[in-house]
């Protein structure tokens, strides 16, 4: 999935930059926003099969490249973040009296954190009026990668599809934007040893200050 979506950015950028270019612009954008992911751990054990809940909260900021074919009507573009954005981490200490033998307590610190990379999004910006508002669709392509410190297992990676929706403002060059974002859901199951499993959602609200060449 991650390498097809690379290809399929690349595709739509090499096409185009090879159409007329007065109907293509390329740009930087500055982003910033919320994200928000709520998820509960199920430990699957045994001996625990307790459930554990957050939901976090974090601000980012960063930014994106981004070609786009602006017509007379539809613009359709497609942007790529190349910076990671962070979803949440969190941290707890285990400890488990109970364990007949010490070497064997599930016992110790325990660290996550969830990030998203490779955040690929495919827009179309459609007009609303005649003074340069228009409504904002597209879907995201991303990848959730995970660092976590367990006793004996550990989270792989998932690929990611969402969708936004959104609203904003062209002035010449610039394009100034607020746009909601909401993620599948995500499931995983730990490897390793562990039968641990994560079921999670995340969304964002972003605003995007753009400018084309």
């Known amino acids: 999935m991650k390498d097809f979506i690379r290809y399929l950015a690349a595709s739509l950028m090499l096409v ?10 390329y740009g930087l954008a ?23 809940s957050k939901n976090i909260e974090e601000i980012f900021a960063g930014g994106d490249i981004f070609v786009e074919h602006v017509g007379d009507n539809f613009t359709f573009g497609v942007s790529y973040v190349p910076l990671e954005i962070e979803l949440g981490s969190g941290k707890r200490t285990d400890t488990n009296a109970a364990a007949d033998i ?25 007009p609303l009026g005649n003074e340069g508002w228009y409504g904002l669709a597209g879907m995201h392509m991303a990848t959730l990668t995970t660092q976590e410190t367990l006793n004996n297992s550990s989270y792989g ?11 904003g403002v062209r002035a010449g060059n ?40």
């Open 30 to 52: 500055l982003i910033a926003g919320q994200t928000g992911a709520s998820g509960t751990e199920n430990e699957g054990t045994a001996s625990d099969t307790s459930d554990r």
């Open 102 to 126: 010490a070497s064997e307590a599930d016992t110790g610190d325990r660290s996550a954190e969830a990030k998203l990379e490779d955040l690929f999004t495919f827009y179309v910006n459609y």
């Open 16 to 25: 185009s930059l090879t159409t007329a270019k007065a109907e293509i612009q």
């Open 174 to 213: 610039l394009k100034y934007e607020v746009a909601y974002s909401k993620f599948e859901d995500i499931e995983l199951t730990a490897s390793g040893g562990g039968t641990n499993t994560i079921d999670a959602e995340a969304d964002a609200l972003t605003l995007r200050v753009s400018i084309g060449f």
């Open 157 to 167: 990676n998932e690929d990611l599809l969402g969708l936004m929706l959104g609203a």
